[in-house]
């Protein structure tokens, strides 16, 4: 009888213990089930193979825009750019190998169109039925490209005419040099100083030089059109073209007469037809000089000569 009830009490503790291990592991699930609904995080399970979606969290409908039931239907291919493939199957390869990638950055497709710029680490787990599934971690950047591209903005270019500044002119100059000391190439630099310009802001305020400034911006872009071309703004109406490629002298000259025609145009300021005239330096690299500043220097000293010339012209000095 001893034994009996020895068996019995042994077999209440097991049974009770497996209750209790059961209760804990529905606790848990639950637990988990709730972190994966309200994370201000993106989540999703996908099926490995076929990129399918099985789970999906809030916080990924709201960046998507899709409900759930249409984003069920999908694979994560549906959702990612065409220029993002090749990025795309190198994570998979890394997936496969390592069991985990990330955090990479990429881009989703929302429901609208529009592409939301994302960070996505994923893992491999096994289900319960044996089936390897990606769990994905995605995180909204959106917020944070912005702010970087604002900080860039500060750091890289003119608050007022959206150019470049000097310290991207500098940048800019410095990769290019690097290129064409290479390769024995030469490119040139226009330095334009707007003439009278102080007469402008005396007589009609400095409301009216920005809007100068900024047409002026406006029309030395048009001109110098290129995407390799860099128009910089570096003084107060003083600006700076670098022009890469050049075949002659010519060229140059040819660049910098437009610029003078253009910028001769007049500038409507409230009912006002602004007046603006411009002069032009122009120095060529390596043959007046090997770094930014001496080509400036020498950019300078030519656009001093068009101003005593009468301004409205360009100067270049063999």
């Known amino acids: ?45 996908v099926e490995h ?3 399918a979606f099985i789970e999906i969290n809030n916080s990924l409908l709201h960046y998507l825009g899709y409900t759930k039931d ?10 990612t750019p065409p220029e993002y493939t090749e990025q795309e199957e190198a994570q998979i390869s890394d997936l496969n190998t390592h069991g985990s990638f ?8 929302r429901k609208d169109g529009t592409k939301i710029p994302i960070r996505i680490s ?63 190439k030469k490119f040139g630099v226009l330095l334009i100083d707007l003439d009278k310009f102080k007469g402008i802001n005396d007589s009609y305020g400095h409301l009216a030089g920005d809007v100068v400034l900024k047409a002026v911006a ?27 490629d050049i075949e002659s002298c010519e060229n140059l000259k040819s660049t910098a007469h437009k610029i003078v025609e253009i910028i001769r145009e007049p500038i409507l300021f409230n009912g006002i037809d602004l007046k603006i005239t411009s002069s032009i330096g122009i120095s060529i690299y390596p043959n007046h000089a090997d770094d930014l500043q001496g080509l400036l220097r020498s950019a300078d000293i030519n656009m001093y000569r068009a101003k005593e010339l009468g301004g409205d012209n360009f100067q270049m000095v063999k």
């Open 70 to 79: 249409e984003l069920m239907n999908m694979t994560f291919w549906d959702i």
């Open 122 to 184: 994923d893992f491999i787990l096994t289900d319960t039925d044996g089936t390897e599934v990606v769990w994905g971690i995605i995180e909204d950047i959106s917020l944070e490209k912005e702010n970087k591209k604002a900080m860039e903005n500060l750091a890289f270019y003119d608050q007022l005419t959206g150019l470049a500044n000097r310290s991207l002119l500098t940048e800019r100059f410095n990769q290019l040099h690097g290129l064409y000391k290479r390769d024995h």
């Open 1 to 45: 009888m001893a034994n009996n009830r020895t068996n019995k009490s042994k077999k209440s503790k097991k049974n009770k213990l497996v209750k209790n291990m059961g209760t804990q592991l529905k606790r848990s699930e639950e637990k988990f089930r709730m972190l994966f609904e309200k994370s201000p995080v993106g989540m999703a399970m």
């Open 102 to 109: 990330g955090p990479n950055e990429k881009e989703y497709i």
């Open 49 to 51: 193979s076929t990129g």
């Open 218 to 244: 406006c029309r030395i872009k048009k001109i110098t059109k290129r995407e390799e071309d860099t128009v910089a703004r570096i003084g107060g109406d003083e600006f700076v073209v670098i022009i890469p």
